[in-house]
């Protein structure tokens, strides 16, 4: 609540975060034309992250949707953000595997992605969010629409999928993986320089 008050948020808005840097590569502009054709005046976007928002700020203002969006710029304490919103958009057009999908998850929220993200393979489409192609500027609002919309029993089915979905990603299983396959690496690399000797 706090959170929200500090972003000017009513408290009864359905609220979804997009958090990145690079705004263009992660689809910002994408993000606010879905907002544009969602049809729920209490739907809001917040933008965490840092980069020249002049252009996008322009295009709220064609779009009519100024109000609506709030700017918080590149923030050191996301899971506030996180914890203030009901969903996360990030129709990415290119990540490898960006920590946002993880960490939003990991708060519980469901996030509509793209399959142009490697984060998008932890979405089980109407379990834990929702996938829509990077410049289907529709789909993108129709799966806003969808989440925005949602009773608040699928809401909490949703964001306790999303949160299990995310345990198994720690700093621990992380480093054992690569435990394992540099181990594996080496001996490969070791028996290949041997065969040439």
Same mark, same amino acid.
């Given at each position: 609540?706090s959170?929200?008050?500090?972003? !000017?948020? =009513?408290?009864?808005?359905?609220v979804?975060?997009?958090?990145?840097?690079?705004?263009?590569?992660?689809g910002l502009?994408t993000?606010?034309? $879905?907002? $544009?054709?969602?049809d729920q005046?209490?739907?809001?976007?917040?933008?965490? !992250?840092?980069?020249?928002?002049?252009?996008? @700020?322009?295009?709220?203002?064609?779009? !009519?949707?100024?109000?609506?969006?709030?700017?918080l710029?590149a923030?050191p304490?996301?899971?506030r953000?996180y914890?203030a919103?009901?969903?996360c958009?990030l129709?990415?057009?290119y990540?490898?595997?960006?920590?946002?999908?993880?960490e939003?998850?990991?708060?519980?929220?469901?996030v509509?992605?793209?399959?142009?993200?490697g984060?998008s393979?932890?979405?089980r489409p109407?379990?834990?969010?929702l996938?829509a192609?990077?410049?289907?500027?529709?789909?993108?609002?129709?799966?806003?629409?969808?989440?925005?919309? $949602?009773?608040?029993?699928?809401r909490?089915?949703m964001?306790?999928a999303?949160?299990?979905?995310?345990? =198994?990603f720690?700093y621990?299983?992380?480093?054992a993986?690569? !435990? @394992?396959?540099?181990?594996? @690496?080496?001996?490969?690399?070791?028996? @290949? $320089?041997?065969s040439?000797?």
């Amino acid at each position: 609540e706090s959170a929200r008050a500090e972003a !000017g948020i =009513p408290a009864d808005a359905w609220v979804a975060v997009f958090a990145g840097s690079g705004f263009e590569r992660k689809g910002l502009g994408t993000a606010l034309e $879905a907002l $544009a054709l969602v049809d729920q005046p209490r739907a809001r976007l917040i933008v965490v !992250g840092k980069g020249d928002t002049s252009p996008y @700020r322009a295009l709220t203002v064609r779009l !009519g949707i100024a109000p609506r969006v709030s700017w918080l710029g590149a923030r050191p304490d996301i899971e506030r953000w996180y914890a203030a919103a009901d969903a996360c958009v990030l129709p990415t057009r290119y990540e490898p595997f960006g920590n946002v999908h993880l960490e939003a998850l990991a708060a519980g929220l469901p996030v509509v992605a793209s399959p142009q993200a490697g984060g998008s393979e932890l979405i089980r489409p109407g379990a834990n969010g929702l996938i829509a192609e990077p410049r289907d500027v529709p789909a993108v609002a129709a799966a806003l629409a969808e989440l925005a919309a $949602a009773s608040p029993g699928v809401r909490g089915r949703m964001s306790e999928a999303a949160r299990i979905s995310a345990e =198994p990603f720690t700093y621990e299983a992380q480093a054992a993986a690569f !435990g @394992r396959l540099y181990p594996a @690496r080496r001996r490969e690399v070791l028996d @290949r $320089a041997n065969s040439v000797e």
